[in-house]
């Protein structure tokens, strides 16, 4: 089948919804679908890229003010003057980017390319989700709509913004209902995120289900890394180490994480904190390990990608986040996926991944004590993070993408099949209005 994806989010940008994104296009092209990404141009203008078998079309895009360093962007090689001669595209952090007009070069892009979608997959709320959903309409399509994010991931870390944070997460909170309406099948990566967002989500109008994230479970497993890799990164291999992966952004809460740490040092001086990501509140996290004393302790790594973000999570003794924003966390999937004790905030969808007293501890919002003393008991306790370890790879089996994505084909089918039994002119329409 011919699938259209969606997202104003998208690589080389690194979070929760490119990652997702990317996996969906690569694993729906591995079985032989037709894939085309529509998501915004990293350079500004429009172009068209290839990636593992996929076509991108990247719209024309501006930055978006508010959010000018969400994550740094990646550079990749291009070729110049009839293809004689490569240099690096270099971007200058430029964040997050907004396609402001994309349905006019999504359709540009369909008719040049003679490309009409069977179903057209949404990832985002924003303005290339709703551009497509528009197109599909007007060519008969059916949407499918995933909704990734709860508004504070959008809106609580926008300086400028923070004191209409309330007000605007509201807003938004039903304006992405409202999206999903539009929807012939929406999905959510767990319960707890339908739930709020619908008080009685088995009365929408269209079928409303949690479908995981997934993670791809041939990659992340629970081995050891190679020595090199420590070796290569300056990190300790005989020592425990907390680790957390992600955006280093305000809404993460990774400050508390770091207060947390600094309480756990005093019962385990050996202790280390890895940080693996980049983002707008990294400088504030640097000045306060700075300020507390614990610059040896604490490592910031940057961004990292393929098989180095794995051996990361491997490296780890527990894996631990304070976000209270997460819809799942795929991070936390690849944690344990990667046999790692997990420690998160008991606030929303967490808890589906972190089971509290099964595999890690669930922990209030803020309390930097309840999270130090959740990590010392795992560092303290080889026998309880063993358990832990065990019980998380036994929880993360139904959440392997193969399922995911299977999934999604069966969605995909469901309602191309259903699409083809409505009316397919406004005569129809109004002759099934009058039986009704």
Known sequence: ?????????????????????????????????????????????????????????????TNFPFYPNQ???????????????????????????????????????????????????????????????????????PVVITNHSSPENLFDNLKMLAPLSPIINRTVLLYTKRFALQADYATMP?????ERHFKNPEKAKMPIEAVSNGIDLSRFTPTKPPK??????????????????????????????????????????????????????????ENLVYKLGISKNVHFMGTQLGEDLVNFHRAATVFVSASPTET??????????????????????????????????????????????????????KKLAKEFSKNGLEIIKKHDLNFTISKFEEIYNFVIEKKKQEPQNWFEKLKQKIKK
Request: with cysteine; charged share 20%.
């Open 190 to 194: 767990t319960r707890q995120a339908i």
């Open 1 to 61: 089948m011919k699938i259209a994806i969606a997202s104003d989010l998208f690589w080389p940008m690194i979070n929760g919804i490119s990652v997702f994104s990317k996996n969906l296009a690569e694993q729906m092209t591995a079985r032989g679908h037709e894939v085309v990404v529509f998501a915004p141009s990293q350079t500004g203008e429009y172009y068209i890229e290839e990636i593992d078998g996929y076509r991108v079309v990247r719209l024309s895009s």
């Open 328 to 381: 799942q966390g795929i991070v936390f999937l690849e944690a344990a996926a990667c046999g790692k004790p997990v420690i998160g905030v008991d606030v929303g969808a967490v808890k589906e991944i972190c089971q509290d007293g099964v595999n890690g501890f669930l922990c209030e919002t803020d309390n930097v004590y309840q999270i130090a003393e959740s990590i010392s008991k795992i560092l303290d306790d």
């Open 71 to 141: 994550t740094e962007t990646l550079p990749e090689p291009r070729k110049i003057a009839g293809g004689r001669i490569t240099v690096p595209r270099i971007y200058l952090h430029n964040g997050y980017r907004l396609s402001l007009l994309p349905i006019l070069e999504i359709r540009k892009f369909c008719k040049e390319n003679n490309f009409t979608p069977d179903v057209a997959h949404i990832q985002l709320q924003l303005f290339v989700g709703q551009a497509m959903i528009d197109y599909a309409r007007r060519h008969n399509i």
């Open 228 to 285: 090199e890799f420590f070796k290569r990164f300056n990190l300790p291999h005989n020592l425990p180490i907390v680790m957390n992966i992600g955006r280093v952004d305000a809404e993460k809460h990774i400050s508390t994480l770091v207060l947390a740490f600094n309480e756990a040092l005093k019962n385990n001086k050996k202790a280390q904190l890895v940080i693996v990501g980049d983002g707008t509140d990294r400088q504030n996290l």
